[in-house]
T-cell receptor
């Protein structure tokens, strides 16, 4: 089992819809979780971090964490074509971040 | 302007040649990291350093070497022993996770794309 798992996609949503991106992790003691956005040919950009169970909102983005289920998700409301990118989930291990392989999101007009 | 810079943006290497990728940060971060990304794959950790003059191997260190003589700089050398070096190389930095164990927000530089001719 991979340490951090994401569906590779692509996830296709129409403009204005809610995009839901999911991530599961295997290490029960993990306490810090991050979402990065990576446009094609560019480096990852940190968009959300979450440390406690529940929801954390920042503009159109909401991160959700459920440590009991070892599940973290990212919701993007009012999706725009400019949101089309690969979204990487990362989980903090003892001394490094462990990244998933990413979910490719396509938002079509 | 605070941030992480990497140079060059594109690099071409001949067979049997060593090349060095530059990474500099002015964020006053203690920890620095090197990752490799191949098409359709996630980020794989090559080396990391939590403090000056100290560094540790990541998951795929073979064929690579690093140094950390200054807090701001963490250059990566891709040696001729690395048989398949063509990839996108990313440098990142963060507040030392050893002192703030709960938080480890890593910020990335723009990357260097290495191609073997």
């Amino acid at each position: 089992q991979k340490e951090v798992e994401q569906n590779s996609g692509p996830l296709s949503v129409p403009e204005g819809a809610i995009a839901s991106l999911n991530c599961t992790y295997s290490d029960r003691v993990s306490q810090s979780f991050f979402w990065y956005r990576q446009y094609s040919g560019k480096s990852p950009e940190l968009i959300m971090s979450i440390y406690s169970n529940g929801d954390k909102e920042d503009g159109r983005f909401t991160a959700q964490l459920n440590k009991a289920s070892q599940y973290v998700s990212l919701l993007i409301r009012d999706s725009q074509p400019s949101d089309s990118a690969t979204y990487l989930c990362a989980v903090k291990g003892p001394d490094k971040l462990i990244f998933g392989t990413g979910t490719r999101l396509q938002v079509f007009p | 302007d605070g941030g992480i810079t990497q140079s060059p943006k594109y690099l071409f290497r001949k067979e049997g040649q060593n090349v060095t990728l530059s990474c500099e940060q002015n964020l006053n971060h203690d920890a620095m990291y090197w990752y490799r990304q191949d098409p359709g794959q996630g980020l794989r950790l090559i080396y990391y350093s939590q403090i000056v003059n100290d560094f540790q191997k990541g998951d795929i260190a073979e064929g690579y070497s690093v140094s950390r003589e200054k807090k701001e700089s963490f250059p990566l050398t891709v040696t001729s022993a690395q048989k398949n070096p063509t990839a996108f190389y990313l440098c990142a930095s963060s507040i030392n996770p050893g002192t703030l164990a709960f938080y480890n927000e890593q910020f990335f530089g723009p990357g260097t794309r290495l191609t073997v001719l």
